[in-house]
Nanobody, 124 residues
Framework: QVQLVASGGGSVQAGGALRLSCAAS????????TGWFRQPPGKAREFVAA????????VYVDSVKGRFTISRYDAENTVTLQMNSLKPEDTAVYYC?????????????????WGQGTQVTVSS
């Protein structure tokens, strides 16, 4: 059973930056798509970014394009999310996930459970 632990969250002012990391146990990231979701207060969980295995093709939700960068380090079994120019609307609990493909990941069809997220709070 895969276990994912996200870390690196915190409280920043608008315009600031944070770098989230995700470590996996029980299943290697290799051969699978990895990505990030977030759940704002009182709202449903939503897709943020994903990166494929092999060619490391990345996709992002429109609201974070140009500000967030997803990267993967298969040798270390980790994936990161560099978040720049943060906005108050980025405030959420962020979760990492792995899936068969980017397509299934963006639909929320992931391996295992959502695991432990990390809180990101952006103040105006």
């Amino acid at each position: 059973q895969v276990q994912l632990v996200a870390s690196g969250g915190g409280s920043v002012q608008a315009g600031g930056a944070l770098r989230l990391s995700c470590a996996a146990s029980g299943r290697t990231f290799s051969s699978y798509a990895t990505g990030w979701f977030r759940q704002p207060p009182g709202k449903a969980r939503e897709f943020v970014a994903a990166i494929s295995w092999g060619d490391s093709r990345a996709v992002y939700v429109d609201s974070v394009k140009g500000r967030f960068t997803i990267s993967r380090y298969d040798a270390e079994n980790t994936v990161t999310l560099q978040m720049n120019s943060l906005k108050p609307e980025d405030t959420a609990v962020y979760y990492c996930a792995i899936a068969e493909t980017i397509a299934t990941l963006t639909e929320g069809v992931i391996f295992g459970s959502w695991g432990q997220g990390t809180q990101v709070t952006v103040s105006s």
